[in-house]
């Protein structure tokens, strides 16, 4: 048995389904072991802030509502970066947080930029730290997935199956810009199980002539519309990168690619009338899947277990179906997880006769 008493619990980056399942998870297997659940929030800012804002988590908060089973953070979420000359000045905030709470440990739910910030954060001030990954981009490294990857897949999926009546409808060539700012896994999946036609994502490389030869093909064979899925992590046809717009407050505002590429398709095509739908925030919610359920439950229950062995800077995960930890050492210094152009799903892509660029 370990010494802990408190734990504090915080999400932070981007949210994504089953976030709640895993707070209330934590809370579930740490009230059993008699420990006194924190809930931190708005990331990092509620230890940071003054006052602090934060709430004790009882079974209370989750049995006798439905906050379990919702997308979105109970807690709040930050989706900002700190600027490398604030980053020691902040943890040091962090940890003071972290002191005036009693904490004893701390549970992180987030992607590889938030276990990177975080556990510099706990290094510096002297606390055990245990990482959930979660992120729709499945692009934290290691793990093979993180919760709420599988919830935008489903609505992703869903998106490609609605834009193709429309498509179908107008005869049209139909281009759907997904999330992922660096990794193209929530395109390729969901372009795969929908079906679609083009999938473009930032590991490889492709060209306006590859698209329009593919959308050749398709009206060969009769069909008259086409879905094309893009990454908004891509770059342009020439391997350039499609700035991040700002938007009126200043702040980087990533996608956009969609919108370029179908006026390129307009100007360059003319067999196509091509259209784009940004997905945009939409894939951060939907009903958390059975999938991310069940992930977000079994890693809760691990990041207590590895707490109660005294277990510290280490990131629970799911390896080939197996659930285990890696030290964070590993996480940070794997960096994101694109997309393996080897891998199965490319050559399944390959096999259906999906444009997926040049390989
Ligand atoms: O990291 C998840 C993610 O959803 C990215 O795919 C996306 O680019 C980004 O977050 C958008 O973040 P926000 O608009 O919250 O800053």
């Known amino acids: 048995m370990s010494e802990i008493k408190k734990i504090g619990i915080l999400t932070s980056g981007g949210d994504c389904s089953g976030l709640n399942v895993a707070i209330s998870g934590v809370v579930k297997a740490a009230t059993l072991k008699g420990w006194t659940v924190y809930g931190i929030h708005n990331g990092t800012e509620g230890l940071t802030e003054t006052p602090l804002s934060y709430e004790v988590l009882t079974l209370q908060n989750f049995s006798d509502t439905p906050w379990a089973k919702t997308a979105g953070s109970y807690l709040g979420s930050l989706n900002k970066g700190i600027k490398a000359d604030q980053l020691d000045a902040v943890a040091d905030r962090f940890g003071q947080g972290v002191r005036q709470l009693g904490l004893d440990a701390v549970i992180v739910l987030g992607g590889d930029g938030s276990m990177n910030v975080l556990k510099y954060y706990c290094t510096r001030a002297g606390i055990k730290m245990i990482g959930i990954p979660k992120t729709i981009d499945n692009d934290t490294p290691l793990t093979d997935f993180s919760i709420g990857f599988e919830t935008a897949c489903q609505v992703c999926m869903d998106a490609v199956d609605s834009i193709n009546w429309t498509a179908r409808s ?190």
């Not at 083009?198 to 060969?220: F, M, Q, S, W």
């Not at 956009?256 to 925030?281: M, P, V």
């Not at 229950?301 to 062995?309: C, F, I, Q, T």
């Open 170 to 359: 107008h005869h049209r060539a139909m281009i759907i810009e997904m999330m992922g700012r660096d990794a193209g896994h929530l395109a390729l999946h969901a372009a795969l199980a929908g079906g679609a036609d083009v999938c473009l994502i930032p590991e490889i490389p492709y060209t306006l002539d590859g698209i329009i030869a593919k959308l050749e093909a398709v009206k060969a064979t009769g069909r008259t519309h086409a879905v094309i899925v893009v990454s908004e992590g891509i770059k342009t046809e020439k391997g350039e990168v499609l700035s991040a717009a700002k938007n009126l407050v200043g702040e980087k505002v990533h996608g956009g690619i969609g919108d370029y590429l179908t006026a390129l398709l307009n100007e360059n095509y003319k067999g196509f009338q091509i259209r784009c739908t940004r997905l945009g925030h939409i894939q951060r919610s939907g009903h958390p899947v059975f999938a991310d359920r069940m992930m977000a439950s079994v890693f809760a229950a691990k990041a207590v277990e590895l707490l109660d062995e005294g277990k510290t800077n280490v990131m629970v995960g799911l390896k080939q179906g197996e659930i285990t930890a890696f030290s964070l050492e590993d996480v940070v210094a794997a960096g994101t997880k694109g997309v393996d152009v080897k891998n199965d799903y490319i050559k399944a892509a390959k096999l259906l006769g999906m444009y997926i660029g040049e390989l």
